[in-house]
């Protein structure tokens, strides 16, 4: 089937998305193979930091080659009058679901997932890098249930402070927040965060002001001074979430780093002994 058109050798077959100055395609290049390549195009000079932002996500993940992370394979500069006028960077197609559009068959399935994100964050950790923007739209799950973590726009080195506030609302960490040092322990907080909404659809109490009821805006109040966010735990929203699940969720959202899990690799380990519990139990009740 032809492209609808090119951009540069490569033929676009679709648009899959767009970001605050972005644009992602589905294109094939000349040995037909899928990519994608998202486009960022300069307008004026308040689009240089997204011109920046793009060449900083290739960056980082042209650095990792594992099945939870999306692959970057290049960063393609177009110049008008010597100056750059779009980014384009080629990345790994990736086919599937946001974990905001997906809807977990069970816990187990859950837990197995949000381990794949904790092993793909681990090896970035590894790294010496921070991903600092996990939440449910940059966790897309592929037909055959493999995790692939997206968008590495925000990501910096482990103990970067940030010069202004970066993250999303509704996941933040407090420290993000702050401008205080970026850790894996933010990004534990991200996760943590993430997994409470999937498991309750409701979200954590942050840092970033927001309308909110009476009960959510004291969770923000108690989290500004040093307290972790005044909230149900999942197993109080609905008793069905196993005990293990939610204590490992309301420890991952500490207001301070140094309380929440030490690693993704603890994160993942207290996952699959959730598993291996929940399995236990099916069995016992078979």
């Not at 990519?35 to 920046?52: G, N, T």
């Not at 010496?128 to 897309?140: F, T």
Request: a positive charge.
């Amino acid at each position: 089937m032809p492209g609808l058109h090119q951009i540069l050798e490569y033929d676009v077959l679709d648009t899959l998305g767009y970001g605050a100055r972005s644009t992602i395609f589905a294109v094939k290049d000349q040995d037909r193979k899928l990519y994608a390549l998202k486009r960022v195009i300069r307008e004026s000079a308040k689009d240089e930091r997204f011109l920046d932002q793009a060449i900083h996500e290739h960056e980082v993940a042209s650095r990792f080659s594992h099945p939870h992370l999306r692959r970057s394979f290049k960063v393609i500069r177009q110049r008008k009058l010597l100056r750059t006028s779009e980014i384009l960077v080629l990345m790994e197609m990736v086919d599937g679901h946001t974990f905001e559009q997906y809807q977990p068959v069970n816990y187990i399935d859950l837990c197995e997932l949000c381990g794949q994100v904790a092993q793909g964050l681990d090896v970035m950790h590894q790294a010496g890098y921070i991903h600092a923007d996990i939440k449910p739209n940059n966790i897309i799950v592929t037909p055959s249930r493999q995790i692939k973590i997206i968008d590495f726009g925000q990501s910096c080195l482990d103990g970067t402070i940030k010069e202004r506030i970066q993250g999303t609302p509704d996941y933040i960490a407090p420290e993000q927040v702050k401008r205080r040092k970026i850790t894996p322990s933010t990004d534990v907080f991200n996760l943590g965060a993430t997994m409470y909404w999937m498991l309750t659809r409701q979200h954590v109490p942050t840092l970033i002001p927001k309308p909110v009821d009476k009960i959510k805006r004291k969770g923000e109040q108690r989290a500004r001074r040093g307290r972790d966010p005044d909230c149900k735990t999942p197993s109080e929203i609905n008793p069905d979430i196993p005990s293990a699940l939610s204590v490992l969720i309301m420890d991952c959202i500490r207001t301070l780093p140094k309380n929440r899990p030490a690693s993704m690799a603890k994160v993942d380990e207290r996952l699959q002994l959730a598993i291996a519990q929940m399995q236990r139990r099916n069995q016992q009740s078979a």
